[in-house]
């Protein structure tokens, strides 16, 4: 890689972080239906394992074979109605995580994976206008604001507020990172 890929490179990773830190989430838009349940996310032959990156190689490889090898990080799943239903397996909301998903956007969760991915850190947002969205639109979401910008097509909207304490679970990572910070802060 020359120099100047290398720097220009650099230089999204910070711009993506700096953005991240102010509650900016932009991404390019996967789209996908209704009831769309833990078994489509990561099948139940990869549950005998618990490493991230090898679940993160299976997401959605029922509904999307090559769905691993097409995403890029930061990317956002919008879907239909009652996503994540099924089992309540942690593990895909840790697989979303760790293939890179940043962002899940659909009018309702199930709602043991509504739980399952605050305490493992991955965003998912609530909104009934996801029909506003199409598959490779790109998102900007604004977390401070409370909005998405669809700025493909120049439309904005609202999304469920996020309680503030499922907030400080995304801030720290996840339950466990949260639940250790606070025992760090609390020890006396």
């Given at each position: 890689?020359?120099?100047?890929?290398q720097?220009?490179s650099?230089?999204?990773?910070?711009e993506?972080?700096?953005?991240?830190?102010q509650?900016i989430i932009?991404?390019?838009v996967?789209k996908?239906?209704d009831?769309?349940d833990t078994?489509v996310?990561?099948?139940a032959?990869?549950l005998?394992?618990s490493?991230?990156?090898?679940?993160?190689?299976h997401?959605?490889?029922?509904?999307?074979?090559?769905?691993f090898?097409?995403?890029?990080?930061g990317?956002i799943?919008?879907?239909?109605?009652n996503?994540g239903?099924?089992s309540?397996?942690?593990h895909?909301p840790?697989?979303?995580?760790?293939?890179?998903?940043?962002?899940?956007i659909?009018?309702?969760f199930?709602?043991i994976f509504?739980?399952?991915?605050?305490n493992?850190?991955?965003?998912?947002?609530?909104?009934?206008?996801?029909?506003?969205?199409s598959e490779?639109?790109?998102?900007?979401?604004?977390?401070q604001?409370?909005i998405?910008?669809?700025?493909s097509?120049?439309?904005s909207?609202a999304?469920?507020?996020?309680?503030?304490f499922m907030h400080?679970?995304?801030?720290?990572?996840g339950l466990m990172?949260f639940?250790?910070k606070w025992l760090?802060?609390?020890?006396k």
């Amino acid at each position: 890689m020359s120099s100047t890929t290398q720097n220009h490179s650099q230089d999204k990773t910070q711009e993506s972080q700096k953005a991240k830190e102010q509650g900016i989430i932009q991404g390019n838009v996967w789209k996908f239906g209704d009831n769309i349940d833990t078994d489509v996310i990561i099948a139940a032959r990869y549950l005998n394992t618990s490493d991230e990156n090898i679940l993160a190689k299976h997401i959605m490889e029922d509904a999307r074979p090559d769905f691993f090898s097409e995403i890029s990080q930061g990317d956002i799943i919008v879907a239909g109605e009652n996503f994540g239903c099924g089992s309540s397996r942690e593990h895909a909301p840790i697989a979303l995580k760790a293939a890179g998903i940043a962002c899940v956007i659909a009018p309702s969760f199930a709602r043991i994976f509504y739980r399952n991915a605050f305490n493992m850190g991955l965003l998912i947002l609530e909104s009934k206008e996801v029909d506003k969205i199409s598959e490779g639109d790109k998102v900007r979401i604004d977390l401070q604001k409370g909005i998405i910008e669809n700025l493909s097509t120049n439309q904005s909207f609202a999304y469920q507020k996020i309680p503030d304490f499922m907030h400080s679970l995304l801030q720290s990572g996840g339950l466990m990172a949260f639940a250790k910070k606070w025992l760090q802060e609390n020890a006396k």
